[in-house]
């Protein structure tokens, strides 16, 4: 495989890995970004999704300082409707160490889509341009964005919308093969991304329901992308973009980790969060070690009680306890031939995890957490 390499204005990157981290916000933080990296040391990682304003007012720093310090790639991704203020945060990001900078066009949380930020630029195609445009004049290094499909499957013109990006300049495109008005419901149309990658000269990666490697190769395969940004999959599976990265290239697969080396994880990310943020640390870890430990006798009930563990040394010791009783006999579900749905009953097969649907844990994104469009037939209207 080629290394991907875009010119920027001044500063080139080069991707040496196909497959791309999701910036997952809530999730995605350098704790997490360094357990992904031990399996991926030279894949691209992406920040939490940053305000710009914000980043101007001085809040949100802590997302985007220090980057330079990490010892591989990470793009740090910017939304917010003002084109100036989108500027402004990008200089601040690739002073920061920035990899590259990426404009969220797809979030779907009805706070940033209504004052028209991520997936509310969809509707504003002529504004999603001008802020490209605006963000590759105040830097050097490239400059990508990450999209969906359209605002509603009416109204969706993705070919259209992703030419009008590349003509203002933006470098690489990631496409997540779902409208807004979808949400996480239903497939990601792989077909539709493969429509977008044959109409753009730009590099286009290819996201949505990437649940291992054989999702990977077929989606691949049918989109004919430049690579894969992988997500949900990651969550409580920080060797998947690493596993995926292997299957690309052709190497064989090691055996997925069994109950000892996830209850070690789980109690190795607990205790950096909380080294890090305190008694904060543990209520985030909880949904990581939630994730990470599944798949074997006795998962459910240490979940449920790690839950419940007032502290670091409460949780620690679950972790311990199980650790001694575990047997080596992990489970994981059988693998299939390519995509299934996430889902906390249908499970993804490659990481042997039950997988929250998006939504089900940081965002509110099911049900009625995107509010109003203008899609005749929106689910999500308030
Ligand atoms: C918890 C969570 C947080 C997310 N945060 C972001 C974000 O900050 N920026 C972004 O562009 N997408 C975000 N997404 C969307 C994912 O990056 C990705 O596009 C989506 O989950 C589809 O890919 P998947 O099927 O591999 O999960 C988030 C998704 C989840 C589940």
Redesign the pocket.
Known sequence: MDDLVLPGHGTSRRLRCRVLQ???????DPIFRSLVRRWAPEALL????VHATNLELGHGRGKVDGLAAEPGPVAV?L?DHRPGAMAEAARRAEAAGAFWI?I????PVRKIARKGG?SGLLREPELARRIVAAVVAAVRLPVTV?T?LGWCGAAADPVGFCLGLQEAGAQLL?L?G?TREQG?QGR?DWGAIARVKAALSIPVIA?????GPEAALACLAQTGADG????????GAPWMVGRIDRALRGQPLPPLPGPAERLALASEHLRALVAQRGDQGLLIARKHMGWTCQGFAGAAQLRQRLMRAATEAEALDLLAQAAAGVDERFRPPSPTNGRQA?GRVEMGPQNGLD?????Q???N?TGTGFGGGSCPGNAYRH
Do not use: W
């Not at 992406?46 to 999704?49: P, Q, S």
């Open positions: 999701s910036p997952l916000a809530g999730v995605s992406f920040t939490e999704m991704q939304f990426d969220n066009m797809g979030c991520g990450k969906r990631t997540h779902r996480y990601a996201n949505g329901d990437i649940t894969v940004m992988v997500g949900r999959a990651t969550m996430f997988i929250p649907a998006a939504g844990g940081f965002f994104i």
